[in-house]
T-cell receptor, first 112, second 114 residues
Framework: NAGVTQTPKFRILKIGQSMTLQCTQD?????MYWYRQDPGMGLKLIYY???????DKGEVPNGYNVSRSTTEDFPLRLELAAPSQTSVYFC???????????FGSGTRLTVV | AQSVTQPDIHITVSEGASLELRCNYS??????LFWYVQSPGQGLQLLLK??????LVQGIKGFEAEFKRSQSSFNLRKPSVHWSDAAEYFC????????????FGGGTRLMVKP
């Protein structure tokens, strides 16, 4: 099993550009999440999904959008990139509350 | 709202010494608690979890954690640290809500001296 796969691993964007961070899981998990990680701040939840077709905002959703058309895929869209979106982005999935997340390896994004 | 505090941003221990990383949470009911480890440039790996039963839980790589309801704590311990344990450690809390999402602490970076 591949688990949770994120692409790309690294990306440099110019201010105002847009991009999509891809996330795919092959474990048939219902719950999927996007977090951003900033130094000393832990992980902050951007968006989450409880199943195909259902998404909801987390703690820091501004500047991002998501979709969940299939169980496997949960892409994160950045529109009009800003320097404040420079961060490491992690996608995660889980099947239920009593199990932990399975994390992807992350995408390091720099906006210049 | 739930929250997690890891009071120590950085900790340095000598190889072979014991380790305790602190985690305090705020949540109204019995929480689900987790510890994750992140090696440089990597994703987060689950070390251990607690959601009911015995308050002392064992995890991978020789780690254990103890849930203390009276202190709202879930500290991570290891009797003898190895150089390969150098990493960042995150405590997380998650209620059994519709989204099942976790709230993470700010992390503790562990350095191991030879």
């Amino acid at each position: 099993n591949a688990g949770v796969t994120q692409t790309p691993k690294f990306r440099i964007l110019k201010i105002g550009q847009s991009m999509t961070l891809q996330c795919t899981q092959d474990m048939n998990h219902n719950y999927m999440y996007w977090y951003r990680q900033d130094p000393g701040m832990g992980l902050k939840l951007i968006y989450y999904s409880v199943g195909a077709g259902i998404t909801d905002k987390g703690e820091v959703p501004n500047g991002y959008n998501v979709s969940r058309s299939t169980t496997e895929d949960f892409p994160l869209r950045l529109e009009l990139a800003a320097p404040s979106q420079t961060s490491v982005y992690f996608c995660a999935s889980r099947q239920g509350a009593a199990v932990g997340y399975t994390f992807g390896s992350g995408t390091r994004l720099t906006v210049v | 709202a739930q929250s997690v505090t890891q009071p120590d941003i950085h900790i340095t221990v000598s190889e072979g010494a014991s380790l305790e990383l602190r985690c305090n949470y705020s949540y109204g009911a019995t929480p689900y608690l987790f510890w994750y480890v992140q090696s440089p440039g990597q994703g987060l790996q689950l070390l251990l979890k607690y959601f009911s039963g015995d308050t002392l839980v064992q995890g991978i790589k020789g780690f254990e954690a103890e849930f203390k309801r009276s202190q709202s704590s879930f500290n991570l311990r290891k009797p003898s640290v190895h150089w390969s344990d150098a990493a960042e450690y995150f405590c997380a809390v998650g209620p059994n809500n519709a989204g099942n999402m976790l709230t993470f602490g700010g992390g503790t970076r562990l350095m191991v001296k030879p």
